[in-house]
C-alpha cells in the first residue's frame, strides 16, 4: 500500500455538504487490490487484538460491530483504512465519525476519506492507519509500543492545536448561533462574522476591549489607587523596587499577615499569601521580584476570606465563582502524597487548560505550602482534614471553582459593575477576598484585590461544582446584540462557462446600491473599484481574503471546480448560489470521469444555499435544472426560453424567474413582470448577437434581484457595464481594427466553442478562427473542439499553447484536425503552431470586413498582439 496524494479539505466539498472537514486520501493498495479482508490470514484477528474499540463502529449493517462483520466477512483495505484513521483520532480524545471509500479511477487505486478535527491530526492518523493495517497484512500484529506512540503523537497534536478554554467557550457558543469564525494569522486572534459585521478576539479581549483600560489593569497598583479614590474597598498596601524597602513596607501596611506580589504578574505567578514572619517576607520577595517585568513589587494587607472571581461583561455582572486552592482531603488511610495521586486521578483533570481541572503538581512551592501547615509528603492526615498544595486559588496550578452566582449580594453586583466600568474594561474578572459573598463587602471587611483584563472563562462555563455559565453567549451578546448579523450577502458563481463575466456583472450590478462589493474571479481579488491579488483567485483562500476584510459589505465569489475539489468551499453556506452551466471539461482530472460527476461537484454550491437563500439555476440545463430537488432554500431559475415548461410552472407558482422574452431581458416575480432592458441595449450582449452573454446577464439580474437589488439598480448595472479587455479580459472582448475586427475569447471546451458559435454565426462576413486547446483535455474533446471549428469558420489556424501539459509537439493540433476533416473533408485549415505567428496570420490575411476569431493561451498576450494592430 501506498499513499499517492493528501487533500485537507475545509469546507463543505464534493464528498459532505454538512461535514467539511474531511482528509482525502489518494491510496494505491498495490498487491492487495481486490485482496478481501477475509482471504488476508490472521488479519481480522490481528485486527481486533491491536484496536478491540472497533466494535463501536456500526458500518452498513447499521449496529455496533457492523464494521467488524465487514472485515470477517469480506471487505477491501481502502475501507478498513478509512475506519481505522477514525478510530485511531478516536482514542486521541477527538470525536469523530464521518467517512467514505470509493474506487478512484485508476485500478487499485481508491480515495479514502475521513473526517478530522485538527488536519495536522487528521493527516497523521491516515499515515498512522496505513502503517497499522500493512503491519497486520504482513506480520499478522501492530506493536503495541508503536499504537501508543501513535495515540500520544495525536492527543500531542490535538492538544497544541485545540482552542484555549476561554477561546472555546466563545467559539463554541458562536457555532450554535450559527456565526461563522475563522483563525487569524497573528497574535492567536479569531475572527467572528463576515466582513463589514465580523469582529476580532484574542482569548477573552475584544474589539471592544479599551487598550487604556487593558494597561490600567496591567497597573495593579493604578488599578488600586483608582479605585481607592472612587471609593472602592481596596487593599492597605505599597509598591517597593528594593529589597531594602521591604521592611519600611510592611510597617506601612500596618503588620502581618500580608501579601507579596509582582506589580505586573498574571495567573498567580510570584504570589505569596499569609505571610506571617520577616523570614517568609524575604523568600516572597525574591519570588514575586523574578516573577515581575519591572522586578516591582505590591506589598500589601492581608485580608482572611475567601477568592472570589466576578464576571463582567458590558458592564453587568455575568458569572461569579468561589476559588479553592489546590488541596487533597485526608481519610486516616494515605499520604499526601498518595492522596494527590488519587486526584489527579479525577478524569476531569488534565494537563495545563485541557480539563475542566488541572492536575496537582508536586513542586517547591506545594511543598512549601505544606510545610507551613506542618506537613510532609509522608504525612497521614485525618478524615475528612482539608490539606493545600498551593496558597493561591489560580484553576492553572490545580485549583477547583464553585460556582457562587445565585449568591452575589446585589449591592456586590453593583460594586463588580462599577468597578468594570472605572477601569473601562469591556471584559473584567474582578478578584474578591471575603469570607461571604452574599453579604455586603463592607459588612464582611473585604476588599478587591484584582481587577484581571482577558480573564479565564474556564471556572464559570464548567466549574467543579455548580451550575456552568454561558459566558461565552454574554460576550457574543455583547459583540452582536439582537439584530445585529455576523454575516454579509454572499453570492457564489459557478458553472463550467461564463463564471467570470456573470461575477463581474453581478459584483457590478451590486455596486449600483452603493456598497462595497469585494469580488473573485479568475484574473483577480478586488475590492471596490481596486484590484488587491493579481491572478486565477478562484479557490477558497482567495474568497477568504473578502470574507476577512473589514470594510466588504458584499461578496461575490467566483467559484471553480479545482478549489471545490482540493479544499471545499471557504463558508459554510451563501445566501445566493448560482450554478450556470455543467459541460465536459477536465473530465478525466482529480478523478471527475462523466459530466454526471463533474454536476456533482457544481453541486456544492447550489447546495450550501443557506435556507432563507437562493440557488440560482439555469432551467435550459438538464443537470443543472436537476440540482433543485437537493437545495435547501428557494429556487429562481434564468431561462432563454420564455415557454420553457419547467418555468412557466415556476412562474406559475408566483415564484422568480429571470427570462429572454420578446428581445427583453426580464424578471418574473409574485405574479409580477419586469422587463428590464432590451438586449441590445445592454453591452454585455453584444448588441444581442451573443446569447450566451445574454443568458450570463440573465443569472447575474437574478441573483441580484432575489438579494433585494431595487429593479432600477439592475438595469443601471445591465446599461453600464461594458465588457472589455481592461473590465472582463479574454471575455468576448470585440476590437474594431479598421478593415475588420478581432474577437479574443477564452473558450477552451466543447460547449465554450458552442456558446462563442451562438455570436459567430450571427457575423456578417469571413470568419476566421485561430484555435487551440489545452494539452490536458480529453482526446474525443479535442476533436470535438475540431468539428465545432468546421462548422463555426469559413477559415482555420491551428495553434498549439506553450505549455503542452505532457503532450508531444503538434499532438492537439493533430486531434483538432481529425475533427474538422470529420466534420468538413474540404475545409480551409492551416497547422502554424506559434500562438503570436497565427494570430498576425490570422489578422492579416482576414478578408475586409471580416472577423478574427483567437482563443489564446495567454490572454493579454493575444490582447496586446491585437491592439499592435490597431489603426
Not at 271 to 300: C, F, G, H, M, P
Not at 622 to 637: C, D, F, T
Request: charged share 25%; glycine share 10%.
Amino acid at each position: 500500500m501506498k499513499i499517492l496524494k493528501t487533500l485537507t479539505l475545509r469546507g463543505p466539498n464534493y464528498w459532505s455538504i454538512h461535514h467539511p472537514k474531511l482528509i482525502v486520501m489518494r491510496l494505491d493498495l498495490g498487491n492487495l487490490d481486490e485482496r478481501y479482508s477475509n482471504d488476508i490470514d490472521g488479519f481480522y484477528d490481528g485486527l481486533i487484538r491491536t484496536l478491540p474499540s472497533l466494535v463501536e463502529h456500526y458500518c452498513s449493517p447499521g449496529h455496533r460491530g457492523g464494521f467488524l462483520e465487514r472485515v470477517q466477512k469480506g471487505t477491501l483495505m481502502g475501507h478498513i483504512v478509512e475506519h481505522v484513521a477514525l478510530e485511531l483520532q478516536e482514542l486521541a480524545g477527538m470525536t469523530v465519525g464521518f467517512g467514505r471509500t470509493r474506487q478512484a479511477s485508476d485500478r487499485g487505486v481508491y480515495n479514502v476519506v475521513f473526517e478530522y478535527l485538527d488536519e495536522q491530526a487528521g493527516r497523521y492518523a491516515g499515515r498512522a492507519a496505513v502503517r497499522l493495517c500493512r503491519s497486520i497484512v504482513e506480520t499478522g500484529s501492530y506493536p503495541s509500543e508503536e499504537l501508543r506512540q501513535d495515540i500520544d503523537d495525536l492527543k500531542d497534536l490535538w492538544g497544541t492545536a485545540a482552542l484555549g478554554p476561554s477561546t472555546e467557550t466563545i467559539v463554541a457558543e458562536a457555532k450554535k448561533r450559527g456565526i461563522p469564525w475563522s483563525y487569524l494569522a497573528a497574535r492567536a486572534m479569531i475572527q467572528l462574522g463576515y466582513g463589514v459585521h465580523s469582529k476580532r478576539i484574542q482569548a477573552t479581549l475584544s474589539d471592544y476591549s479599551s487598550i487604556l483600560g487593558v494597561e490600567l489593569a496591567c497597573d495593579k497598583e493604578g488599578t488600586k489607587r483608582t479605585l481607592q479614590d472612587a471609593g472602592i474597598p481596596v487593599p492597605r498596601g505599597t509598591v517597593i523596587n528594593y529589597f531594602e524597602d521591604l521592611e519600611d513596607a510592611i510597617a506601612d501596611v500596618g503588620s502581618y499577615p500580608i501579601v507579596i506580589k509582582p506589580l505586573d504578574g498574571n495567573h498567580g505567578r510570584g504570589i505569596t499569601i499569609n505571610i506571617t514572619s520577616w523570614e517568609e517576607a524575604q523568600a516572597a520577595y525574591d519570588l514575586a521580584s523574578e516573577a515581575a517585568k519591572t522586578r516591582a513589587v505590591i506589598v500589601e494587607r492581608y485580608y482572611q476570606g475567601n477568592d472570589h472571581r466576578i464576571l463582567v461583561v458590558n458592564g453587568k455582572v455575568i458569572a461569579v465563582a468561589e476559588r479553592v486552592p489546590a488541596h487533597v482531603v485526608g481519610d486516616d488511610r494515605a499520604t499526601i502524597e498518595e492522596l494527590i495521586e488519587r486526584t489527579n486521578c479525577d478524569p476531569r483533570r488534565g494537563e495545563g487548560h485541557d480539563n475542566v481541572l488541572t492536575k496537582i503538581k508536586l513542586d517547591a512551592t506545594a511543598q512549601k505550602v505544606l510545610a507551613k501547615q506542618g506537613y510532609e509528603l509522608r504525612s497521614i492526615p485525618q478524615d475528612g482534614e482539608r490539606v493545600y498544595l498551593r496558597a493561591t486559588a489560580n484553576l492553572s496550578t490545580g485549583g477547583s471553582a464553585i460556582d457562587r452566582t445565585d449568591q452575589i449580594h446585589p449591592e456586590n453586583v453593583w460594586i463588580a459593575e462599577r468597578v468594570a466600568r472605572t477601569i473601562g474594561l469591556d471584559i473584567a474578572g474582578i478578584d474578591v477576598v471575603t469570607s461571604d459573598i452574599s453579604r455586603p463587602l463592607r459588612e464582611t471587611d473585604s476588599v478587591i484585590v484584582e481587577v484581571n483584563a482577558a480573564p479565564g472563562f474556564r471556572m464559570h462555563a464548567a466549574p467543579s461544582t455548580g451550575t456552568p455559565r454561558n459566558v461565552g453567549g454574554a460576550v457574543l451578546d455583547m459583540l452582536f446584540p439582537p439584530g445585529v448579523p455576523s454575516r454579509i450577502p454572499i453570492v457564489a458563481i459557478t458553472g463550467t462557462n461564463g463564471k467570470t463575466t456573470t461575477t463581474r456583472l453581478t459584483a457590478h450590478i451590486f455596486r449600483q446600491t452603493g456598497k462595497t462589493v469585494g469580488f473573485t474571479t479568475t484574473d483577480g481579488i478586488y475590492i471596490g473599484e481596486y484590484l488587491v491579488e493579481k491572478g486565477d483567485t478562484t479557490g477558497p483562500q482567495s474568497a477568504q481574503v473578502i470574507l476577512k476584510d473589514p470594510t466588504v459589505e458584499v461578496a461575490v465569489l467566483e467559484t471553480a471546480r479545482g478549489g471545490m475539489l482540493r479544499s471545499g468551499l471557504a463558508f459554510d453556506q451563501s445566501d445566493v448560489g448560482v450554478v450556470l452551466n455543467v459541460a465536459a471539461d477536465h473530465l478525466g482530472v482529480s478523478d471527475i470521469d462523466n459530466i454526471e460527476q463533474m454536476a456533482k461537484v457544481k453541486a456544492v454550491v447550489a447546495e450550501t444555499t443557506s435556507p432563507e437563500g437562493y440557488a440560482v439555476l439555469n432551467a435550459d440545463d438538464p443537470l443543472v435544472r436537476e440540482m433543485a430537488k437537493n437545495v435547501s432554500g428557494q429556487i429562481a431559475y434564468f431561462s432563454m426560453d420564455a415557454n420553457n415548461p419547467i418555468v412557466d410552472e415556476h412562474i406559475d407558482e408566483g415564484k422568480t424567474a429571470a427570462i429572454y422574452k420578446d428581445g427583453y431581458l426580464t424578471i418574473c416575480s409574485e405574479y409580477k413582470t419586469y422587463q428590464l432592458e432590451d438586449a441590445k441595449n445592454v453591452p454585455i450582449t453584444l448588441g444581442g448577437m451573443a446569447p450566451f452573454m445574454i443568458a450570463n446577464a440573465l443569472a447575474a439580474c437574478a441573483a441580484a434581484f432575489v438579494q433585494g437589488v431595487e429593479i432600477a439598480e439592475i438595469q443601471a448595472g445591465l446599461r453600464t457595464f461594458k465588457p472589455s479587455a481592461e473590465q472582463t479580459p479574454g471575455r468576448m472582448n470585440l476590437f474594431d481594427l479598421g478593415r475588420h475586427h478581432a474577437l479574443v475569447d477564452y473558450a477552451h471546451n466543447p460547449a465554450g466553442y458552442e456558446a462563442l458559435g451562438g455570436f459567430v454565426q450571427n457575423w456578417q462576413g469571413q470568419r476566421l478562427g485561430v484555435i487551440g486547446a489545452p494539452g490536458d483535455r480529453r482526446n474525443e474533446d479535442l476533436i470535438l473542439l475540431g468539428r465545432l471549428s468546421a462548422e463555426m469558420f469559413d477559415r482555420i489556424l491551428i495553434k498549439e499553447d506553450n505549455d503542452r501539459r505532457g503532450r508531444a509537439s503538434g499532438e492537439v493540433a493533430d486531434y483538432i484536425v481529425q475533427g474538422i476533416k470529420a466534420a468538413k473533408p474540404d475545409a480551409d485549415y492551416q497547422i502554424i503552431l506559434d500562438e503570436q505567428e497565427a494570430i498576425n496570420t490570422g489578422l492579416d490575411t482576414v478578408a475586409e470586413g471580416g472577423l478574427v476569431v483567437v482563443t489564446p493561451e495567454s490572454v493579454s498576450g493575444a490582447i496586446e498582439l491585437i491592439q499592435s494592430h490597431q489603426p
